[in-house]
């Protein structure tokens, strides 16, 4: 009997160790099953050829095309003083446009006598520009001939009518893992099938096998349709199972429900607000509240747009636990803001927040701040108040995790901007509570619906998506620093008026600009649209000193950023505050939270650099008073560039959701859950996040009905070991992360 299941048979036994070395390092495929999921990125047809106008610069690409001329040149060099240097140019074409393949030296021999003008091959190689003109240099290539040349492998091989093209490395084209896939796609008839055959049948899908063979040999293009619409359902499927098997696992815990008084804490906190919550805020309230008052663990996502009002609906919540005797802990990604976050709270919540002061409220309660860097006797004082339940309220960074660190009765935990905390912090701090507590997760990143369900799948979702009156608008402007030098020169204007108005300004760089920052001794990667030429992104220091000695000459200016001490990081925010300084030139630690109602402008340098909803976060920082804001992007990127298209959308609408969409559609797909699933792998290869809406959102439903009636997946060993795919080490992290 074979003991190794077709489909978990290591590559290098079926390939042989070269090939699936390289199959390991490059792509990540391990198993013959991983392999048999390496789908084609897309297909050439024979009778057609691809457009080479418009290959993308500085990227790997495989090309099906003609050769359209070849000529040979020999010159002298160093190497071939006498002339016998050999270059090889051959130019292929597809009817809308030419590239230039070059082969050297020795390498000219082969393509010289195969690459006749006429011959049709496939070409992998990387995208460059010499002399103004597209080049592929030293590409490899593999001859597509017909039947009557010849009879052999290549035939057999690329037989279908439409020619699969992978995602492929400089290491291996896309044709050698072709040629891998038809040794092992016989075993794709092994192919355990995760669906329930009711679901399959119910819904005219392929079996998996023929899925399989139909996405790596399809003969026409519905072959490829079944197929991708059989695979999507698996991967939505099988994710959407492991986030109803958390649900319902964290639906047998128990919690202690918590129910506000009627004349409590809460409602004396109502009666003190200035003015009216707005719809979206009672709304939501009320959900929470509902969610309270159950004996399972509320699981929660917040979502709100920068400004919505997050921070008090999160504040009323914790106010009901303490009403209801139990204790609310609220965790910052970062001391600035939770040191802000301390400030706010005990700002809105006056003479209550004094519980067992002179002059404190009869309801009032303690609220406390703990952070790393408190000092002993304060650090102390505050473990006391948690233990004694003496502070109802604490915010704080993760030294709230410690394990010295404990609770009388931890009722509720809300964490702010979720993306930053891994499962294993939200899971020591839920140990604290006598039972489980209640869960609020708040993030001012918009996530479309898909993406919710599929990145935060364990939790029920509430938006705010209205902002409080009194809000300013954000006119935003793209400034073209390269084209347009005078733009910028207005721009700095346009800073030194609104300071001249009273009010206050930021000015955001990518990077620190100390030594330990610099990309060439950090050995950091740069991102493909970093050309050679490219310089360094602007660097906070050096910004600040040539504003203060230049066009900001007179103004006070300051910087922050993560390495300054957190003493001297507090000080600064507090000048800045207090109005004391004109320019804050700060790296993204301001992106989340902090809160200066009377900073009206931000230029954002090198804005292409920063993606999409992070250039969204930090404009949210301005416009939070009455004045109206102003926020001007900065770039040297060219008109035509996607990094300017990026720009033009984020400065042409305020809508999170709508910019969160143009995100996630201008990126891969593999990066959006990349970014969620901190650095773990997409385990999403057919699946589109935006455009499959309805798959998910079915899947979502089958997927909780299938867990209800069977939570262990007793009777489906099909969808077990899928799941156990799924959930390896990497990915566990990510499903987790809710």
């Known amino acids: ?167 492929a490395t400089a290491k291996l084209e896309s044709w050698k893992i072709g040629k891998a896939i038809q040794t092992v796609l016989p075993s794709a008839q092994e192919a355990l099938d995760p669906l329930p055959d009711s679901l399959r049948e119910g819904r005219g899908l392929v079996s998996l096998p023929e899925a399989l063979l139909k996405i790596h040999r399809p003969h026409t293009k519905a072959d490829i349709a079944d197929a991708r619409a059989r695979l999507k359902w698996d991967e ?29 804490l809460l409602a004396a906190f109502d009666d003190r607000l200035p003015f009216t919550l707005t719809e979206g805020q009672r709304k939501v309230s009320q959900e929470i509240f509902d969610d309270l008052a159950t004996d399972h663990p509320m699981h929660r996502l917040l979502q709100g747009e920068v400004g919505s009002g997050k921070t008090m609906v999160a504040l009323r919540a914790m106010l009901a636990v303490v009403d209801a005797g139990g204790q609310a802990a609220m965790l910052a990604p970062t001391e600035v803001l939770a040191q802000q976050h301390h400030r706010s709270v005990v700002e809105m919540m006056g003479e209550l927040a004094e519980g067992g002061m002179l002059g404190g409220a009869e309801d009032a309660t303690k609220v406390v701040l703990l952070t790393g860097s408190m000092g002993a006797a304060a650090r102390r004082q505050a473990l006391l ?18 394990d010295k660190v404990q609770f009388h009765d931890l009722g509720l935990v809300v964490v702010d901007e979720q993306h930053r905390f891994g499962v294993e912090q939200r899971d020591a701090l839920r140990g604290k509570g006598k ?55 207005r721009a700095w204007e346009r800073v030194r008026e609104e300071v001249a108005g009273g009010h206050q300004a930021y000015v955001v760089c990518p990077r620190i600009g100390d030594e330990e920052d610099d990309p060439k001794k950090t050995g950091k990667k740069k991102s493909p649209e970093d050309d050679a030429d490219k310089r360094p992104p602007l660097a906070v220091l050096d910004v600040a000193d040539q504003l203060a000695k230049g066009p900001l000459q007179g103004l006070g200016v300051e910087v922050l950023h993560g390495r300054m001490p957190p003493d001297d990081k507090d000080a600064v925010m507090r000048r800045f505050a207090a109005g004391d300084t004109d320019v804050l030139v700060a790296t993204t630690v301001i992106e989340v939270g902090v809160n200066v109602p009377n900073a009206t402008a931000m230029v954002i340098m090198d804005a292409d650099r920063f993606g999409v909803s992070q250039l969204h976060q930090l404009r949210g920082r301005v416009g939070r008073g009455s004045a109206p804001g102003l926020c001007l992007l900065v ?104």
Do not use: C
């Not at 060099?77 to 597809?94: F, N, W, Y």
């Not at 948690?386 to 995790?401: D, K, N």
């Open 385 to 402: 108040d948690l233990v004694t339940g003496e502070a109802g309220i604490v915010i704080g960074t993760h030294a709230l995790i410690e």
């Open 236 to 264: 939505a499927f099988v994710l959407q199972v492991a986030l109803a098997r958390r649900r319902h696992a964290d639906a047998q815990l128990p919690a202690v429900p918590r129910r506000p008084r009627p004349d409590g």
């Open 1 to 167: 009997m074979d003991l190794v299941p077709a489909l978990e048979e290591p590559l290098k036994k079926v390939l042989g160790p070269p090939t699936a070395k390289v199959m390991a390092e490059h792509l990540g495929l391990h198993t013959v099953g991983d392999l048999l999921h390496h789908y084609p990125r897309r297909y050439e047809e024979r009778g057609q050829l691809t457009h080479l106008a418009d290959l993308p610069m500085d990227e790997h690409v495989t090309v099906v095309a003609q050769v359209a001329d070849a000529r040979l040149h020999t010159f002298a060099s160093a190497k071939a003083p006498r002339g016998k240097g050999q270059r090889l140019e051959v130019t292929i074409t597809d009817g809308s446009g030419r590239i230039q393949l070059v082969f050297f030296g020795n390498g000219v021999h082969k393509p010289h006598k195969e690459l006749l003008p006429g011959t049709r091959a496939m070409f992998a190689g990387k995208v460059s520009v010499f002399n103004r003109r597209l080049q592929l240099a030293h590409p490899a290539y593999e001859l597509l001939r017909g039947d009557a040349d010849d009879p052999g492998e290549a035939v057999e091989t690329w037989a279908g009518a439409l020619i699969p093209i992978y995602p």
């Open 435 to 489: 039972q489980p507590p209640h869960l609020l997760v708040m993030t001012a990143t918009p996530i479309p619906r898909t993406v919710a369900m599929t990145v935060f799948g364990d939790l029920e979702t509430s938006v705010l998506d209205q902002l409080p009156a009194g809000r300013s608008p954000i006119a935003s402007h793209v400034v073209p620093a390269a084209d347009k030098p005078h733009f910028l020169s």
């Open 635 to 738: 770039t040297e990127m060219p008109e035509a560039s996607a990094a300017r298209q990026r720009l033009d959308a984020v400065a042409s609408t305020l809508d999170g959701f709508e910019l969160s969409r143009i995100d996630l559609e201008q990126r891969r797909e593999g990066d959006v859950l990349g970014q969620a699933q901190s650095g773990a792998r997409s385990s999403l290869r057919v699946l589109a996040v935006i455009e499959d809406e309805e798959v998910i959102a079915e899947a979502r439903k089958e997927a909780t009905a299938v867990v209800a009636a069977d939570p262990e997946l007793a009777a489906l060993p099909g969808l077990r070991t899928a799941l156990d795919a799924l959930l390896d080490e990497e990915r566990e992290q990510y499903l987790e992360k809710g």
